[in-house]
Every structure is written in C-alpha cells, then in structure tokens.
C-alpha cells in the first residue's frame, strides 16, 4: 500500500524488497500501474535497473494491450452498427476509450458493454454474425444468465478468442437492489471521436465501480478495482459539482451503500482525497456499527493482494465470506438455495 500512497518512498527500497513488491504487484495485476506511478513522478531513473527492466517490460504489455482494445471496440462497433443497437462502454474499455488516467497501466480480459435489454436479441445476433459464439452451453447456465442475470452469457470470438460480456443493467435482476439502466443510459456522454459510442457519467462511473467491487462481490482483482476507483475520484474530483452530485446519484440508483464503501476504503486503504462534506453525506449508505467492523475486518484482508506476504490467518475466510455475502445479495434466499443445490450436485456430475 505504500507504494500506492507514496511513490516516492520506493527509492530506497532494497533489492529484496523490490523483489517482494514486483511480486505481490503482479498478483494484484497493478506491475504497470506501478510502472505509471512511478514514471507520472520522474522516478524511474532512481530504480534499481533490475526492477526498472520488469516494470518497464509490463509497461510495453500494456501499451500493446492498449492498442488491442482500441481495435476490438472498432470491431465490436462495426459488428453492431447495421443492428443500430446503441452501445455504452463499461469498466475498461471505457477507461481505456475515454483516455482515462485509469487506464493506464490497467489490464483486463475482457470487453463490458451495455445495450438496452429489449436489444439484447439484436445484438447477440449480429456479434456472433461476426464471429462471437456464447462460451456456456449448459442449458442451466443459459438460463442462470438470461433469466436472472444483468447480462448474456460470455462470448468468445471464435478466431482471436477475445470475450465481450454484453450487460443491459450493472446488477442482478434478482439483486436486492436496482439501479435503474434507462437513467444510466440517458445520462451517459457521447465518446468524443469515436460516433456511436458512449461511456456513463462520471458519478455513474465511479458507482458502477463501486457497485462491482462492493456489491456483485467480484474481488479476484479487488485492489486493482480500487485503484481504478481512487483514479476516477481524484480525476472526477476536480469538477466542481462532481462531489455533490456523487451522493446524489447514489440515492437516485440505490448504490448508498457500496459508495459508502468505496470512499471509506479508498481513504482508508490509498489515501484517496475525499472532501469532508462528501464524507459526511455519503455516511448515508453506512450500515450500523457492528456490520461496519465486520465489514472492515473482511474487506481490508480481502483487498490486499492475494499473495502469501499480504495475508494473515483469517484472509482466507474474509474471502470465503464476502464470497458468500455476495451470492447473498445477488439472489432471494430460495433461488439462491436452488442455484447452489444444482451447481453442486448438477452440473458438477453433467461436467
């Protein structure tokens, strides 16, 4: 973390700690935001030529990653655009698409987008005319997506083996909550020079974000997504209704609570500048003091690097019960029993 906090402090990192840091960098796949850091702040030069060659080598990945979004969205556009199914880029791609400064550094694997549901259909059709085909094919599983889920089942381009998640909401259907998608769609901007594309707001974004590590329980890149999130408040921060508006919108799509969080462990864990006053207000989404300590117990074991030098004697159930806090959200208690159920005695036997 304190490398994420003060960059600067790594100059007089000893060989043995560079070499514990690359690794625990990598396994939280943040070696070329490192790399980003410490190049925004002129320190390269100070690192030691053995740590400067590994970060410099994630550096050229990511460049190359970087170029590699830019022409799938281009082929994900062209596959769409005679359907006129309009398109809002998610998570990466939008970062990526919107020159965000998170998105430098920042890998991932696949490409999120979001299209109305009643266009669902539309658009699965004319991706896989060019060449994406669905990746589960259990008859479960397609219904597990197309029923209950806020998106179609992955696809996979069957020649360059690219995944695309098509989303028409950011949570569950069964989720205990829901953000409306027609009010993220009719406040999303238009993505300057690319007609046809858009990305959410910039309070929707940070939210969303917040809503995917907080809520939909997705913490396999946990401190990654909270740098992302740490990135867009610092970068969003500086418009002057943005703070204001933050906790606004929170209330207006039921995303108190993993905003609550999102701030609390972005200033806690990164240091992240947050003005007292959106603090204050965002305490709105708090729970009461027993969950919070809970909460804080878990989430600050389960975003740190899943390495063995980042984890105590209790990381591993924190993990196992944000796992199962965030099935719990995800689905009413009797569907939730039947997923389960089938999935363990099913589905595994069919596999």
Same mark, same amino acid.
């Given at each position: ?254 995303? %108190? $609570?993993? +905003?609550?969080?999102? #701030?609390?462990?972005? !200033?806690?864990?990164?240091?992240? &500048?947050?003005? =007292? /006053? @959106? ?11 027993? %969950? $919070?300590? +809970?909460?804080?117990? #878990?989430?600050?074991? !389960?975003?740190?690097?899943?390495? &063995?030098?980042? =984890? /105590? @004697? ?14 719990? +959200? ?6 939730? !029993? ?14």
């Amino acid at each position: 973390m304190q490398a994420f906090r003060q960059a600067d402090s790594l100059i007089s990192l000893s060989l043995a700690d560079w070499d514990l840091l690359l690794r625990q960098s990598r396994s939280a796949n943040l070696l070329a935001r490192l790399y980003v850091l410490l190049d925004e702040r002129g320190l390269l030069e100070k690192m030691p030529p053995q740590a400067r060659e590994h970060l410099e080598w994630s550096h050229a990945t990511a460049e190359r990653h970087t170029q590699a979004v830019h022409w799938e969205v281009g082929q994900i556009q062209k596959a769409l655009v005679k359907s006129g199914v309009p398109i809002i880029l998610l998570k990466g791609a939008a970062y990526v698409m919107a020159n965000l400064p998170s998105a430098r550094g920042r890998l991932f694997t696949d490409i999120d987008i979001m299209v109305p549901k009643e266009s669902l259909n539309a658009a699965e059709a004319a991706l896989m005319l060019h060449g994406w085909a669905a990746t589960h094919h259990d008859a479960y599983d397609q219904r597990y997506y197309r029923t209950w889920m806020h998106e179609l089942p992955p696809m996979r381009h069957v020649r360059r083996s690219t995944v695309i998640d098509v989303h028409h909401a950011i949570l569950p259907e069964t989720a205990s909550i829901h953000p409306d998608p027609e009010k993220l769609r009719a406040a999303a901007c238009a993505l300057e020079g690319h007609e046809g594309l858009k990305v959410l707001a910039p309070a929707d974004m940070v939210l969303h974000s917040a809503a995917h590590l907080f809520h939909d329980g997705e913490l396999e890149n946990g401190l990654r997504d909270l740098v992302d999130i740490d990135s867009l408040l610092r970068h969003f921060g500086s418009i002057p209704s943005f703070w204001s508006e933050l906790v606004e919108r929170a209330v207006d799509l039921e995303l %108190t $609570r993993p +905003l609550f969080y999102a #701030l609390r462990y972005a !200033a806690n864990i990164l240091h992240t &500048p947050i003005p =007292s /006053d @959106a603090m204050e207000a965002a305490k709105i989404g708090c729970p009461s003091q027993p %969950t $919070r300590a +809970l909460m804080d117990s #878990l989430f600050t074991r !389960a975003l740190m690097p899943v390495h &063995p030098s980042c =984890s /105590d @004697a209790f990381t591993s159930g924190a993990r196992w019960l944000l796992y199962v806090r965030a099935n719990w +959200l995800r689905m009413p208690p009797l569907l939730l !029993a039947r997923h389960l159920f089938h999935k363990a005695f099913i589905s595994s036997k069919t596999d």
